[in-house]
Nanobody, 113 residues
Framework: QVHLVESGGGLVQAGGSLRLSCTAS????????MAWFRQTPGKEREFVAR?????????YYADSVKGRFTISRDNAKNTVYLQMNSLKPEDTAVYYC?????WGPGTQVTVSS
């Protein structure tokens, strides 16, 4: 059974940084692409970033976070990270770790102005 558990969310001022982590179990982690999505109340879930399974250098970002967020993975720890810098109030959302249609429970990120 696949389990994804996010951590690292919290409250931060605009311009600040947070690093989210997602630890996976129940799957051969190194063979799965990993992604982060986010959602705010009343809106659909939004793609944030993705990292391919074969290379941590093969990454994709939503235009809204490009240049500010960095996704990375540590296959030895079954963990994917999302480093978020220069945070804006509009980054406030629940952030989800996703792979192959499996979703974690999410972690809340709140950016105050």
């Amino acid at each position: 059974q696949v389990h994804l558990v996010e951590s690292g969310g919290g409250l931060v001022q605009a311009g600040g940084s947070l690093r989210l982590s997602c630890t996976a179990s129940g799957l051969s982690f190194s063979t799965y692409a990993m992604a982060w999505f986010r959602q705010t109340p009343g809106k659909e879930r939004e793609f944030v970033a993705r990292v391919s399974w074969w290379s941590g250098d093969n990454t994709y970002y939503a235009d809204s976070v490009k240049g500010r967020f960095t996704i990375s993975r540590d296959n030895a720890k079954n963990t994917v990270y999302l480093q978020m810098n220069s945070l804006k109030p509009e980054d406030t959302a629940v952030y989800y770790c996703v792979t192959n249609n499996y979703w974690g429970p999410g972690t809340q990120v709140t950016v105050s102005s």
